[in-house]
């Protein structure tokens, strides 16, 4: 007569081939869930990426347009310019760290100077700076992705 121990240890000898199916399975459906967020979150932060990048060629024309060609028209309006700086700011959040930061240092950069486009070199000068920098913080950032 089997024991109580016996029973189980039987039980498990010839369940196992169902047992180590059934983990297989569990572990393969949470690989693949792992799997599929981070392809998405990827996705997301690349078309994030991709749209700061031009939003700051867009922002980078206002300049151009409002500085060197005095126009103030919408090609160079610098409420356009907030547009841009503000898009780029929300779509940062997508992206995460260090990119905020990066965004928030623009909307400051933007705020600190773009009443003096037009007159002052130096404003030019540091806006263009700021959009270089994020411009090129957003190609490391897309680089990293997996």
Do not use: C
């Not at 169902?18 to 967020?37: D, H, K």
């Not at 979150?41 to 151009?64: C, H, P, S």
């Not at 928030?104 to 600190?112: G, I, K, M, Q, R």
């Amino acid at each position: 007569m089997a024991t109580g121990n016996d029973s189980v240890l039987e039980q498990l000898r010839r369940n196992s081939v169902a047992i180590i199916s059934l983990v297989v399975a569990l572990s393969s459906l949470g690989y693949n869930t792992w799997r599929n967020e981070l392809t998405e979150d990827n996705r997301n932060q690349r078309f994030a990426a991709f749209e700061i990048l031009l939003k700051l060629g867009e922002l980078q024309q206002v300049v151009f347009h409002g500085h060197y060609d005095k126009d103030a028209s919408d090609k160079g309006n610098p409420r356009t310019g907030w547009a841009y700086v503000l898009t780029v700011r929300d779509l940062s959040q997508v992206m995460g760290q260090p990119m905020t930061d990066v965004a928030d240092e623009l909307v400051a950069t933007w705020s600190t100077h773009w009443q003096e486009l037009g007159s002052s070199q130096d404003s030019a000068d540091t806006v263009i700076a700021g959009i270089d920098h994020a411009r090129e913080r957003t190609l490391e950032l897309l680089r990293s992705l997996e």
